[in-house]
């Protein structure tokens, strides 16, 4: 199994930046791509960007491409993902994902961490 935390979510006033960090233990050597995702309350889950466990292959939403970056630091099992430019919009719950290379879905997920933008 694998385990994903994320930390980082905060407040911060439109135009600010925050940085998300998901961390993954147990077996990473399972991993091939890790996502984040986010949602607010009453509304479906939306993709924001994936990268390969490797460290590329980067994917974005449209709505965040050119705003948001993902990386990879291989000695640390983690996955982050750096919001610039943040708008209210954003304010969502984001959760970090990972799938194996043998399912078509994400199968482990993070508890998620609150980021709300100020307008």
């Known amino acids: 199994q694998v385990q994903l935390v994320e930390s980082g979510g905060g407040l911060v006033q439109a135009g600010g930046s925050l940085r998300l960090s998901c961390a993954a233990s147990g077996r990473t050597s399972i991993i091939f791509r890790m996502g984040w995702f986010r949602q607010a309350p009453g509304k479906e889950r939306e993709f924001v960007a994936s990268?390969?466990?490797?460290?590329?292959?980067?994917v974005y939403a449209d709505s965040v491409k050119d705003r948001f970056t993902i990386s990879r630091a291989n000695a640390k099992n983690t996955v982050s993902l750096q919001m610039n430019s943040l708008k209210p919009e954003d304010t969502d719950v984001y959760y970090c994902a990972a799938k194996e290379r043998s399912s078509n879905t994400y199968t482990y997920w993070g508890q998620g961490t609150q980021v709300t933008v100020s307008s």
């Open positions: 990268i390969m466990w490797s460290g590329g292959s980067t």
